[in-house]
């Protein structure tokens, strides 16, 4: 069975440059979580979709980050105007539900780096 | 400010004996922990998981160890295998927030042959 998938696994841009960042959940798996893990630091929470919505937004860093999960699988993470700070891995876990009873299954991440 | 702080970057542990892994949190709203294993150019795998309303879990050759008072949780890894070598990455979520996980910087296990 596929796990979570993550497309690029590698990104390199320059500075103001725009990017997208490609999350195939697990089928089946209604809640979609975006991290952002930077070097020498545990997994930052993002933005946690369930279904379509984004129910909670409030980890974006600022406006320049938004997602969106338009059919309630897939889910992309855009970035405006990058900057050298925004170089990290950015993670995309799923699971089937979302709360406790839900595991948290983690793709292998996007490496970013903003030159 | 670290919520869930992993104060130990790495840890080195023979092959046969016991792993322990620290955490200590500093927001008294966590009510639920979770310890996650991560290879490189991996993902984290959820490990185990432990309530509030516990102060023990067990699951085969892994327990977690709660102590509320002291806001601290413990991995331990009894005996530890190679396969074990890791980061090791202690979460917690808060109370009505189950979508929420903030986890700590991670601890790299090392099992030495």
């Known amino acids: 069975g596929a796990g979570v998938s993550q497309t690029p696994s590698n990104k390199v841009t320059e500075k103001g440059k725009y990017v997208e960042l490609r999350c195939d959940p697990i089928?089946?798996?209604?809640?979609l979580y975006w991290y952002r893990q930077s070097l020498g630091q545990g997994p930052e929470f993002l933005i946690y979709f369930q279904g379509t919505g984004a129910a909670d937004d409030s980890g974006l860093p600022n406006d320049r980050f938004f997602a969106v999960r338009p059919e309630g699988s897939v889910s992309t993470l855009k970035i405006q105007r990058t900057e050298r700070g925004d170089s990290a891995v950015y993670l995309c876990?799923?699971?089937?539900?979302?709360?406790?009873?839900?595991?948290?299954?983690f793709g292998p991440g996007t490496r970013l780096t903003v030159l | 400010d670290q919520q869930v702080k992993q104060n130990s970057p790495s840890l080195s542990v023979q092959e046969g004996r016991i792993s322990i892994l620290n955490c200590d949190y500093t927001?008294?709203?966590?009510?639920?922990f979770l310890w996650y294993k991560k290879y490189p150019a991996e993902g984290p795998t959820f490990l185990i998981s432990i309530s509030s309303i516990k102060d023990k879990n067990e699951d085969g050759r892994f327990t977690v160890f709660l102590n509320k008072s002291a806001k601290h949780l413990s991995l331990h890894i009894v005996p530890s295998q190679p396969g074990d070598s890791a980061v090791y990455f202690c979460a917690a979520s808060p109370r009505n927030r189950d979508d929420k996980i903030i986890f700590g910087k991670g601890t790299r296990l090392h099992i030495l042959p």
């Open positions: 089928s089946g798996h209604t809640a």
């Open positions: 927001n008294s709203m966590f009510d639920y």
């Open positions: 876990a799923s699971s089937f539900t979302s709360g406790r009873g839900g595991e948290q299954f």
